[in-house]
């Protein structure tokens, strides 16, 4: 559910009217702090929370500010473009701009970009780009002209993907527009067509974008007032060819057809997009939720803040985008996407049985909703027919279907996607029970990887893959699909336990949730140290009397035991995948039961050394891309307790794990009773400075007499 909270203003200064009164708001290096850039001379530094500014820089009278201010956020500097072609760089210690560094470059710049992660990049008004510390090496080089004669760059937008990144910028020429990616990591520029289907007179007004592994979802605003996608591949098959995509419509009449001046268009999250302009009334919505502002021209948004240029004013409205789904209504949903992506909403198909086909056992239907959905593909013929595409992957080889499957998606601009996606799957299951030698995993990887399938949908794939042992494909299952049963959860656990090192070596996993244990440094301080303190935990203290009596082991070897993960790295991002599933604890108990007590040891043994890492920083946080989180370690901790406490009590080698977590648990309770403590006193402060404030105003008791 999407709300807005109350707005304030946040300029202090009177901006110029109309969509050049702001050039643009930017994300400094801090959170809370914004950089503002006005058309004309100046450049202020606002803090949000306060509503004030912390700093202003002015260009000498005479020259013009020609591109918004950005962050270098690997130096904390500030970077901005004067008259096309002047560069300076300053930070918040400087206080004029004429004395700060200065670089005249040989080509018009049309936008600088930077994001965390990586150095900014200039785009110059004829589609190069250079990194910030090459051109600063040498200002004058020559740029050369990427785009054509008459060709205007409209929009561009820089991504982080894979580490890498990405830009994209969109150009229009005579009413014809063109997106070119660039792959800075290959340095391969890629060029695209954009047909605008049906209606070839309609004006693009606003463009924005995501991004997911494969392909960048790009959304446009037009004229009709209608909302539209074109899904554009991140590695494309034939990048030295210019290639033409389809938009596919999105949003029907989000706003009124006839406004054409004062609309915008920003993607928020994976559920939400922002809109503004006068509503249509008759507007259908769904997937998204919209905010429709009136009388304004431009917008931008960072973290939980929405600007807007409004009048003569910059706007802020904070907003909150809460999750509200059926998992969440159920059990525990799943969260955790990378920074700074967005994925496609998930497909789940709830009308149809457990079990049953959605093509393949009634083709009649099959047709009808085919022949419903199907739109204009004469424009490209390569693309095959989804018919085709179904009746292939019954007939021909696996390395041929792969091929057809590839060459599908690649292009899946039409409205059946989803359903000739859910056709496919279940086709290839369907053989696969037929002929148990016919196993096509590339294709089912590919499948999954377009975020569209879902347990319900296809639950034989799971099963199969549980058959086959298939490590990397239920690790793929587990990470995509939202809604996995507690028992196929399970089943999966019970294989990540137990297949062996030697399997796991020959397997490829996903290994972007699991960080580098070795820390060999980390481990010297360890030995050295006689007293470890954790965020209240320490290994190595006992305040259970019997405890060491018990223990055959010294601290010195329980440390370093207990510092050395117990899995191999390819095993921990398995059960890292188990973690980060939905459950629900009344469903997940009685399948915990199941799994044999020394494997139960293991999976303990594993989380407790995850939560031994946690509480080496303040923030009681894992390293990597998409850690397990501190609850969900603890969470499970509890469930496999709750559900063989009575076995691994009983189990010699488990002895010293369980003490462990006995003196885990006991440091906890005594690190938040001193929490409690303070907490209480912060109380009392507070209360004794409301009776401060109240001193001299008059108060009027009602006594109720019985």
Not at 103 to 130: D, N
Not at 268 to 292: M, N, W
Not at 456 to 483: G, H, N, R, T, Y
Request: net charge negative; with cysteine; glycine share 4%.
């Amino acid at each position: 559910m999407a709300a807005l909270e109350e707005e304030f203003t946040l300029s202090s200064v009177v901006l110029s009217a109309g969509p050049e009164g702001l050039l643009g708001v930017e994300q400094s290096d801090k959170t809370d702090q914004f950089l503002v850039t006005d058309s004309g001379r100046t450049v202020i530094l606002y803090k949000v929370s306060d509503q004030k500014p912390l700093g202003s820089w002015s260009v000498k009278q005479g020259q013009v500010i020609t591109c918004p201010a950005v962050c270098n956020f690997q130096t904390r500097e500030y970077i901005v473009v004067h008259d096309n072609k002047v560069l300076r760089i300053w930070n918040n210690e400087d206080v004029n701009l004429d004395k700060v560094f200065k670089a005249t470059l040989s080509a018009e710049v049309y936008r600088i970009l930077s994001v965390q992660g990586t150095e900014p990049l200039v785009l110059f008004k004829e589609g190069a780009v250079r990194g910030l510390e090459a051109l600063l090496a040498d200002p004058q080089q020559k740029i050369e002209t990427v785009i054509s004669d008459e060709e205007v760059i409209k929009w561009t937008k820089f991504f982080i993907v894979f580490r890498h990144p990405v830009l994209i910028f969109i150009t229009e020429k005579h009413g014809n527009y063109f997106a070119y990616v660039q792959m800075f990591n290959s340095r391969i520029l890629t060029k695209y067509t954009l047909l605008l289907g049906q209606d070839e007179n309609s004006v693009i007004e606003s463009f924005t974008a995501s991004v997911d592994r494969k392909f960048i979802s790009l959304m446009s605003l037009s004229s009709d007032g209608c909302i539209y996608e074109t899904l554009i591949p991140i590695r494309p098959t034939d990048p030295e060819k210019n290639q033409t995509l389809v938009r596919s419509l999105l949003l029907k009449a989000v706003v009124s057809g006839n406004t054409r001046n004062g609309v915008a268009l920003t993607a928020l999250d994976q559920d939400h997009v922002a809109v503004l302009g006068s509503p249509q009334a008759a507007s259908k919505v769904a997937y998204f939720a919209l905010f429709l502002i009136l009388r304004a021209y431009t917008l931008w948004y960072y973290g939980e803040n929405l600007f807007m240029l409004h009048g003569k004013s910059l706007t802020v409205i904070p907003y909150k985008c809460e999750v509200s789904s059926l998992a969440s209504a159920l059990g525990k949903l799943k969260h955790g996407q990378d920074p700074g992506t967005h994925v496609m909403p998930r497909f789940v198909n709830w009308e149809t049985p457990q079990g049953c086909g959605l093509g393949f056992q009634n083709s009649e239907q099959s047709r009808r909703i085919l022949r419903r959905r199907k739109i204009e593909v004469s424009l490209q013929p390569e693309v095959p027919p989804s018919k085709q595409l179904l009746s292939t992957i019954m007939e021909d080889s696996e390395k041929h279907i792969e091929v057809e499957v590839r060459k599908f998606l690649a292009l899946k601009q039409t409205p059946d996607f989803h359903t000739v996606i859910g056709d496919t799957v279940t086709g290839l299951l369907e053989r696969c029970k037929a002929e148990p030698s016919f196993y096509p995993r590339n294709c089912l990887m590919q499948l999954i990887q377009t975020h569209v399938l879902s347990y319900s949908l296809c639950p034989d794939l799971m099963e199969i893959a549980l058959i086959k042992k298939d490590v990397q494909l239920l690790q793929l299952c587990l990470q995509q699909f939202p809604d996995i049963p507690e028992s196929v959860t399970c089943a999966c656990l019970k294989i990540f336990l137990s297949i062996g090192d030697d399997s796991l070596q020959e397997t490829d996993v996903s290994m972007e949730s699991v960080f580098d244990y070795s820390n060999s440094v980390h481990d010297e301080k360890m030995e050295e140290q006689t007293e470890i303190l954790q965020n209240g935990f320490n290994p190595e203290e006992d305040k259970c009397s019997n405890c060491d009596q018990e223990l055959n082991k010294k601290p010195q070897d329980e440390t370093k035991e207990s510092t050395s993960c117990p899995v191999v790295p390819k095993r921990a991002a398995l059960l890292n995948a188990i973690l980060h599933s939905a459950y629900s604890e009344t469903f997940l108990l009685p399948h915990l039961k199941d799994i044999p007590a020394q494997h139960i040891t293991l999976f303990l043994k594993y989380l407790y050394f995850l939560y031994l890492k946690c509480s080496e920083n303040a923030t009681m946080t894992l390293p990597g891309i998409h850690p397990p989180t501190l609850n969900q370690i603890m969470d499970w901790i509890c469930l496999l307790l709750d559900a063989n406490f009575t076995v691994v009590v009983m189990m010699p080698e488990a002895k010293r794990l369980l003490i462990n977590l006995y003196k885990l648990v006991k440091s906890q309770i005594s690190v938040y009773s001193e929490l409690n403590k303070i907490e209480v006193s912060f109380r009392e402060l507070q209360k004794l400075n409301q009776e401060k404030n109240n001193r001299g105003l008059y108060s009027i008791e009602v006594l109720e007499l019985f």
